[in-house]
Nanobody, 121 residues
Framework: QVQVVESGGGLVHAGESLRLSCTAS????????MAWYRQVPGKEREWVAL???????NSADSVKGRFIASRGNAKNIIYLQMDSLEPEDTAVYYC???????????????WGQGTQVTVSP
């Protein structure tokens, strides 16, 4: 069984920073890529940033220059550094992991439970 666990959310004021963490763990689960999404009630889940298998990162235009995704010491750990936060960034932030199990090359994907980020004006 694979678990994806986020942490680091909270309440901050506009202009402040937060760093989210995510770990994907499971026996024989080999991570290929991981990403961050966010969702506001009543709206679709929105892609925020990703880390690919080679460690390269990319982020959505709406957060580019303010949010940066990075990898930890292991491929199954990623972070989301969020600077210059705005009230519009308020959302539940989800971690998404894609990988394979053992020698089975069929890609599998898993979501975390989400962590709330609230930015006050």
């Amino acid at each position: 069984q694979v678990q994806v666990v986020e942490s680091g959310g909270g309440l901050v004021h506009a202009g402040e920073s937060l760093r989210l963490s995510c770990t994907a763990s499971g026996n024989s689960f080999s991570v290929h890529s991981m990403a961050w999404y966010r969702q506001v009630p009543g709206k679709e889940r929105e892609w925020v940033a990703l880390i690919t298998s080679d460690g390269s990162s990319n982020s959505a235009d709406s957060v580019k220059g303010r949010f940066i995704a990075s990898r930890g010491n292991a491929k199954n750990i990623i972070y989301l550094q969020m600077d210059s936060l705005e009230p519009e960034d308020t959302a539940v932030y989800y971690c998404y992991a894609v990988g394979i199990m053992g020698t089975n090359n069929r890609p599998l994907s898993y979501w975390g439970q989400g962590t709330q980020v609230t930015v006050s004006p």
